[in-house]
């Protein structure tokens, strides 16, 4: 596994990038999304690949997991911003890349990644370092969560209108937050503006995952307990669901692993396939 960075992302934010490096580098065309900007952000050390977690086929299930739900909120991005949305805020972004890779799209819009101050502090001085810089429509909202601080309100003071409609992703977050944790954010967001769509991700019992994916999802959890980011959270589709009602949404809906996996795996003929364990909540206000 990665090393804990003090000045940086995290090692599981550090993972992401370097799976969706790892689709384009060593999976065959078509990729599902083409990403080596996070690795060009993260840098790592030459031998990379050889790391554990890396292995191009144990772990290929998760990287076109990883890939997948990527490319499932940009096409989402990019639909909402064809009926007008104009507003894009990443909960927990991490080494997120839509900016740099998908400028046609993320220029009309106003893009706000939320990340911790130590973390966007690092992401700032790398995207200035190779050259791409922070575009007046790119906002880096640092919160530090750990401290109690409130997202919602530095978010607006980033310059986010909450009286305009708005696309928010937060992936490979809700597994580490705490049920009422998750439930509180999603009374926050259900008060967004009509027109606003939310998607979030979220790990399904031991139980809901598919049997040929059960051993590699157990060997992840005591890593993500050594690395200081346990799993704590786990949800069946209708509990996530229930979750969103509650909170206030009228309008939310499942999307499985499995219809990803139709949607940008059917046609490969290599034996590339997400693995399951993670499916997303689609509400809208």
Not at 119 to 130: F, G, P, Y
Not at 209 to 218: F, G, I, S, T
């Amino acid at each position: 596994m990665a090393n804990e960075r003090t000045d940086g992302p995290d090692s599981t934010a550090v993972r992401v990038a370097l799976w969706r490096a790892m689709h384009v580098q060593v999976d065959s065309p078509p990729h599902v999304i083409e990403d080596e900007i996070g690795l060009q952000l993260a840098a790592p050390d030459e031998g990379w690949r050889r790391r554990p977690d890396m292995d191009p086929r144990g772990t290929s299930g998760f990287r076109a997991a990883i890939v997948a739900r990527a490319r499932f909120i940009e096409d989402l991005v990019a639909e909402q911003a064809g009926h007008g949305v104009s507003q894009y805020v990443v909960l927990g972004a991490g080494l997120d890349t839509f900016a740099q890779r998908r400028p046609e799209i993320a220029s009309r819009l106003r893009v706000f990644e939320i990340e911790q101050p130590v973390t966007q502090a690092w992401k700032r001085r790398r995207l200035t370092e190779l050259g791409y810089g922070i575009p007046d429509w790119l906002r880096l909202v640092p919160v530090d969560f750990e401290a109690g601080g409130d997202w919602w309100e530095q978010l607006s003071e980033a310059g986010f209108d909450p009286g305009r409609p708005a696309v928010v992703a937060c992936t490979g977050v809700t597994m580490y937050l705490t049920e009422d944790a998750t439930a509180a954010t999603l009374r926050r967001l259900a008060g967004l503006a009509p027109g606003s769509t939310l998607a979030m991700t979220f790990m399904l019992p031991t139980e809901l995952v598919d049997d040929a994916d059960r051993p590699a999802l157990e060997a992840t959890r005591p890593q993500a307990q050594a690395a200081g980011t346990p799993f704590i959270s786990f949800y069946a589709p209708q509990e996530m669901l229930a979750l969103a009602h509650d909170a206030g949404f009228e309008d939310a809906h499942h999307v499985s692993g499995s219809v990803l996996a139709e949607r940008y795996f059917a046609d490969r003929t290599d034996d590339l396939r997400p693995s399951s364990g993670e499916d997303l909540l689609i509400a809208t206000t």
